[in-house]
């Protein structure tokens, strides 16, 4: 099978879904508003409070390593404090806040544009507000049991597990498992970067460049950011333009919804393919009618009939990539990458993505005014690409515990001739 596979009993240690490992990744996953809003508490307060140029920039500076803090951190304590069995739907509450936070951006600064003269104000320092809520459940929420055995307290490690299992849970083989995880990370003494480069963890490279590099050239964070732009272009006014990317933020959050029921039924590698034709289909048929009501050249508008259809196959395009490229972006990479390249892994993953995401920002206006309709087809062509990726080298992660996750690439196709160590542990897991 191309997408490889695994058979160790969907994951199943034991134990349910408690009200504490509820609580504990809702409070992670509100991290995503922080990313959503772009905010951080220090950040939120000099920026709303700059005399000048040089705080707002100092303001930015740490809403930066406020995002990236939260970006890198969140979702692997998501993937490491929830059960299996249910990872997925956890993981992907991150993505839910994230939009949440940036509805709640949109909404904001549209009713702040009202106030004359500080509204801009008003709009930046609100951003503390979700920071506010992360602190204080920081404060609230315990270590994973992977990081305190990682850090030599493995009474605390078994506690933290046994509080989030529930009291009356049989945690002993998801414990051994997470220790002989730590163990087998601290027989080899280089470093996770060092690492990362070996022959052994190429499998793991190529995802640490391929996820974040692929979720960009979805085109979804420029559609995004500029769909005002886009809809003005189609012919709507500035005011029908800001509702359209309202609507589409709505469509987001609702598709995320519909994701976190589903991602763990029907597996990740079924949403990729699903959601990469949905895509596919939604952008060739936006690159034929600008083509034919547009033109080359432009005209200054379209017909009404043809620029709702713009509307609906965007909302389309944003559906797809809700229940695909959106919530996996978080979950994937959270899960794949064994203990001892874990952090590491996922800080390459959000350094890349960040990178990405700010050199297209910077260059899509141009790209869009050279290419025009064939944007679309831009960005169809890498959607395929991708999508065909997906289906040849990525394994299928559903229910399986991130411990016995290195059976899955020593069972894949391809990348069973780089995980030789892999196969040699597979036989010690106590779930498989």
């Avoid at 904001?108 to 320092?125: E, P």
Wanted: proline share 3%; charged share 15%; with cysteine.
């Amino acid at each position: 099978m191309a997408g490889g596979g695994y058979d160790g009993g969907a994951g199943d240690y034991g134990g349910t879904v408690t009200f504490s490992v509820v609580v504990t990744c809702l409070m992670a996953a509100s991290c995503g508003l922080i990313f959503g809003y772009d905010s951080g508490v220090s950040g939120s307060a000099i920026n709303a409070g700059a005399a000048n140029i040089a705080m707002l920039i100092v303001g930015r500076m740490l809403l930066g390593f406020g995002v990236g803090f939260t970006t890198q951190a969140a979702p692997l304590y998501l993937a490491e404090t929830s059960p299996a069995r249910c990872r997925g739907a956890f993981t992907t509450a991150y993505n839910i806040f994230l939009v949440l936070g940036s509805l709640a951006a949109t909404v904001a600064n549209y009713f702040t544009n009202r106030i004359i003269g500080w509204g801009w104000r008003v709009s930046l320092g609100l951003a503390a507000v979700p920071a506010a809520i992360v602190v204080l459940g920081a404060l609230l929420v315990p270590d994973t049991p992977s990081s305190l055995v990682l850090r030599g307290d493995t009474d605390g490690a078994r506690a933290s597990l046994q509080r989030l299992r529930g009291p009356g849970a049989d945690t002993e083989a998801e414990f051994k498992d997470i220790v002989r995880a730590v163990e087998e990370a601290r027989r080899n003494d280089e470093g996770a970067y060092k690492r990362l480069r070996g022959d052994g963890y190429r499998h793991y490279l190529v995802m640490v460049m391929a996820i974040p590099s692929f979720f960009d050239l979805t085109g979804v964070i420029v559609m995004a950011v500029f769909s005002p732009l886009l809809f003005r272009t189609v012919g709507f006014s500035s005011q029908k333009a800001i509702l359209g990317s309202v609507i589409l933020s709505l469509v987001n959050l609702t598709s995320s919804l519909l994701s976190s029921f589903v991602m763990d039924r029907t597996g990740r590698r079924f949403l990729f393919l699903a959601g990469g034709a949905a895509m596919i289909i939604c952008q060739l048929e936006m690159a034929w009618i600008l083509a034919g009501h547009l033109g080359k050249h432009g005209a200054v508008t379209m017909p009404r009939g043809y620029a709702l259809a713009v509307l609906v196959l965007m909302c389309l395009y944003t559906l797809s990539f809700g229940v695909s490229w959106g919530p996996l972006k978080w979950v994937v990479p959270s899960e794949i990458y064994p203990v001892e390249i874990r952090s590491a892994g996922q800080a390459l993953t959000v350094s890349i993505a960040l990178c990405l995401s700010f050199a297209q920002t910077q260059v899509f206006v141009s790209l869009l005014c050279a290419l025009r309709y064939a944007i679309f087809l831009f960005y169809a062509g890498w959607v395929v690409v991708m999508t065909a990726f997906v289906a040849a080298f990525l394994p299928e992660t559903k229910g399986v515990p991130l411990e016995a996750m290195r059976a899955v690439w020593a069972r894949h196709w391809y990348w069973r001739r780089f995980a030789v160590g892999d196969a040699k542990l597979e036989t010690q897991v106590n779930c498989l």
